[in-house]
Structures are given as C-alpha cells and as structure tokens.
C-alpha cells in the first residue's frame, strides 16, 4: 500500500511517499512544491495542480492523506491554503484516489506522543522512525511525512 501525505500551502507545499510494509513504513520520496511569490495566484495553483499530478501519476497511490486545515486568526491565508487543497482534491478525485484528513494535532500525537510537539521534534522523529540518514528538510517535507505516517499508524 503506498500513502502520499500532503501539507497543503500556496508558497510550499509539502509531501511525503510511504510504502506500508511490515514492520516499518518505507519512505519512497519526500519534498517540497514551491511557487514562486511573483507569479499570479491561478499560476501558482496550476503548478501546484501540474506537480501533484505528476507525483500521483508516478506513484499511484492507494490514498492520499491531507492535514486539515486549521486557522484561527489570518483569513486570507486560510483562504489561499484553501485553493491549494482544491487542486489537490480536484487531481486525487480524477484519478479516483481515496482521501482521508487528520487535524495538526492528531498527526502530531500519533507520531511524536505529543499534540504539542514543535517543527524540529517532528523532523526528528521522522528520521528516527523511517530511519533516515538526516532529518526531512523543509519542515513541510516532513510534515508531509507525518501526516502519511499517522495514517498508516491508523490502519493498524
């Protein structure tokens, strides 16, 4: 069974490819989407659009796991976070790919013990738990990884 858990943004977004195998999830690819800030919204969109793509079409995932959106505070943000997921969904939904969705804190309590863990606790133990040789950089690469790691923890 192959996961690709995404961290939606506009400017970055993050993702990471996991194989369930057994007794340790595999990691296949990890990084990050980024659109560059001068160009027009529905470019940045379409790229994010096109990317996704190219990943789902590469690795045929059995489903995609999103982090739910979650903003209290900045609206626009939330907003464009929004779009993001829209394009998102719109290429798992062509390619007929489940979706499943996990708030912030549940991604962090399944992987880390914790809700409260910070950036740098969850890269850490995204290296320790897939066992990489350095931790996933961006953080949105390893949030990415996360989020496709609870899921395969929820399964079980």
């Given at each position: 069974?192959?996961?690709?858990?995404?961290?939606?943004?506009?400017?970055?977004?993050?993702?990471?490819?996991?194989?369930?195998?057994?007794?340790?999830?595999?990691?296949?690819?990890?990084?990050?989407?980024?659109?560059?800030?001068?160009?027009?919204?529905?470019?940045?969109?379409?790229?994010?659009?096109?990317?996704?793509?190219?990943?789902?079409?590469?690795?045929?995932?059995?489903?995609?796991?999103?982090?739910?959106?979650?903003?209290s505070r900045n609206i626009t943000s939330a907003m464009r976070?929004?779009?993001?997921?829209?394009?998102?969904?719109?290429?798992?939904?062509?390619?007929?790919?489940?979706?499943?969705?996990?708030?912030?804190?549940?991604?962090?309590?399944?992987?880390?013990?914790?809700?409260?863990?910070?950036?740098?606790?969850?890269?850490?133990?995204?290296?320790?738990?897939?066992?990489?040789?350095?931790?996933?950089?961006?953080?949105?690469?390893?949030?990415?990884?996360?989020?496709?790691?609870?899921?395969?923890?929820?399964?079980?």
């Open positions: 069974m192959i996961v690709i858990g995404i961290d939606p943004g506009v400017a970055r977004t993050g993702y990471g490819v996991l194989r369930r195998c057994d007794p340790y999830p595999t990691p296949l690819a990890f990084g990050c989407i980024e659109t560059g800030g001068d160009s027009r919204p529905s470019r940045r969109l379409l790229e994010i659009y096109e990317k996704i793509s190219l990943l789902f079409d590469d690795y045929a995932p059995d489903c995609v796991v999103l982090e739910q959106l979650f903003f976070v929004s779009e993001a997921r829209g394009v998102i969904l719109l290429a798992a939904e062509q390619r007929e790919i489940p979706v499943t969705e996990y708030t912030p804190n549940q991604v962090k309590l399944a992987v880390t013990g914790s809700g409260r863990a910070d950036k740098h606790q969850m890269q850490e133990m995204m290296r320790r738990l897939l066992r990489l040789q350095e931790l996933p950089r961006p953080d949105d690469a390893a949030d990415g990884l996360a989020i496709a790691l609870c899921h395969i923890n929820m399964l079980r």
